[in-house]
């Protein structure tokens, strides 16, 4: 089955405790992209990659880091997450660039920084 | 850069009625503005979209249109059921060359609950 695939759903840490929340899909998409959800404020675009190791950011990159060594793989790393972090993730691919193939989401973690 | 305002935040109909969101936007270069669905607990998934070149664009119950002049598009759902209630955003891409390439990101609206009254 085609999707994309996040881990873990849930995940409770402590301020400074590095975190990484994994992200993989099965369809060979070369643009990938991680949003943060948060009431009131929509989606907002963190990073995206538009190919192996090509990363760019979105509108909300600070206190995030992402890689792309391999296609399939887009994990979101926050070296010392704070309580402003607290939030809804998605990541999400396409085929080759949104605009371009429609974005599929994965399931969403649901991170809470005490 | 590209900014997306969607309204209303909630909107309430009933069962058979019309709903309508409307979003604006800022970067007169954008070309693509999809809508995505989220249901309660779920993900976003993407239900139409339309592209610069196009004024509207229908799909069963669901249309689209894009007035490019005064930056705005607009959601219409015709005959609403129950399982239309979601959170619908809109979403605008706007064009960025850099480093001899154009950037791909996507700016969404800030989203619109809808909910069908039975």
């Known amino acids: 089955e085609a999707q994309v695939t996040q881990n873990p759903r849930y995940l409770i840490t402590v301020t400074g405790k590095k975190l990484t929340v994994t992200c993989s899909q099965n369809m060979n998409h070369e643009y990938m992209s991680w949003y943060r959800q948060d009431p009131g404020l929509g989606l907002r675009q963190i990073y995206y990659s538009m190919n192996v190791e090509v990363t760019d950011k979105g509108d909300v990159p600070e206190g995030y880091k992402v890689s792309r060594k391999e296609k399939r793989n887009f994990p979101l790393i926050l070296e010392s997450p704070s309580p402003n972090q607290t939030s809804l993730y998605f990541c999400?691919?396409?085929?080759?660039?949104?605009?371009?193939?429609?974005?599929?989401f994965g399931n969403g973690t649901r991170l809470t920084v005490t | 850069g590209e900014n997306v305002e969607q309204h209303p935040s909630t909107l309430s109909v009933q069962e058979g009625d019309s709903a309508v969101i409307k979003c604006t936007y800022s970067d007169s270069a954008s070309n693509y503005f999809p809508w995505y669905k989220q249901e309660l607990g779920k993900r976003p998934q993407l239900i139409i979209d339309?592209?610069?070149?196009?004024g509207e664009k229908k799909d069963q119950r669901i249309a689209v249109t894009l007035n490019k002049t005064a930056k705005h598009f607009s959601l219409h759902i015709t005959e609403t059921q129950p399982e239309d209630s979601a959170v619908y955003f809109c979403a605008a891409s706007p064009i960025t060359v850099r480093y001899g390439g154009a950037t791909n990101k996507l700016i969404f609206g800030t989203g619109t609950l809808l909910a069908v009254q039975p």
């Open positions: 999400a691919s396409s085929l080759r660039g949104h605009n371009n193939s429609p974005l599929h």
């Open positions: 339309i592209r610069s070149n196009v």
